[in-house]
């Protein structure tokens, strides 16, 4: 069973910095799997925020870019998305995802989400 367990999240002012952390509790697929950054904001779609390899490749949204990194520690089955540079529209409600291939297909799993919001 996956187990995705998000933290760090909080109210900040514009320009300031967060750090969110991603537990995945199992550790049995964390080594081997796709990490990722979603965020939703009130309103809108959740979209794709950050995404790291197994090997340690990323991938940001256009928007974030140069103020956001994504990043992993294996040996402790963690997942981190350091936000700088904050901007309002950043506020949304961030999840942790991985996609885990079953013999019926692609599984997404979410952790239950952490808040971040940013204040003018």
């Known amino acids: 069973q996956v187990q995705l367990v998000e933290s760090g999240g909080g109210l900040v002012q514009a320009g300031g910095s967060l750090r969110l952390s991603c537990a995945e509790a199992?550790?049995?697929?964390?080594?081997?799997?796709?990490m990722n950054w979603y965020r939703q904001a009130p309103g809108k779609q959740r979209e794709l925020v950050a995404a790291?390899?197994?090997?340690?490749?990323?991938n940001y949204a256009e928007s974030v870019k140069a103020r956001f990194t994504i990043s992993r520690d294996t040996t402790k089955n963690m997942v981190y998305l350091q936000l700088n540079n904050l901007k309002p529209e950043d506020t949304a409600v961030y999840y942790c995802?991985?996609?885990?291939?079953?013999?019926?297909?692609?599984?997404?799993?979410w952790g239950q989400g952490t808040q971040v919001t940013v204040s003018l």
């Open positions: 199992s550790g049995r697929i964390f080594s081997i799997n796709a």
């Open positions: 790291i390899s197994s090997g340690g490749r990323t």
């Open positions: 995802n991985t996609k885990v291939w079953t013999s019926t297909g692609w599984v997404d799993y």
